[in-house]
Nanobody, 124 residues
Framework: QVHLVESGGGLVQAGGSLRLSCAAS????????MGWFRQAPGREREFVARISRSGGSTNYADSVKGRFTISRDNAKNTVYLQMNSLEPEDTANYYC?????????????????WGQGTQVTVSS
């Protein structure tokens, strides 16, 4: 089992940047695929980005490709989401998630472990 805690959210103007962090408990962090999802008010939780266990493979939603970068530091049990060129449409609560299934990418149901979320608000 893994416990996840996100941080780094906040209020930023359009065009600005934020870096989210997700710290994981336990000694087996490197055995989990890690994902970032987001949920805006009145909308379903949606996939943002995913990184493989080694960090060698990443996937992104089309809406964030070229603007967001997911990375991980297995020595620090932490996954990051660097968000650049933020837009008001990026406003949401951002969640990190962990899966022991190597093939897990966009499907929420394949991620059994979730953090509590961190709010990102982008003003126009």
């Amino acid at each position: 089992q893994v416990h996840l805690v996100e941080s780094g959210g906040g209020l930023v103007q359009a065009g600005g940047s934020l870096r989210l962090s997700c710290a994981a408990s336990g000694r087996t962090f490197s055995t989990y695929v890690m994902g970032w999802f987001r949920q805006a008010p009145g909308r379903e939780r949606e996939f943002v980005a995913r990184i493989s266990r080694s960090g060698g493979s990443t996937n992104y939603a089309d809406s964030v490709k070229g603007r967001f970068t997911i990375s991980r530091d297995n020595a620090k049990n932490t996954v990051y989401l660097q968000m650049n060129s933020l837009e008001p449409e990026d406003t949401a609560n951002y969640y990190c998630a962990a899966s022991a299934i190597p093939a897990a990418i966009t499907e929420r149901g394949l991620y059994p472990y979730w953090g509590q979320g961190t709010q990102v608000t982008v003003s126009s």
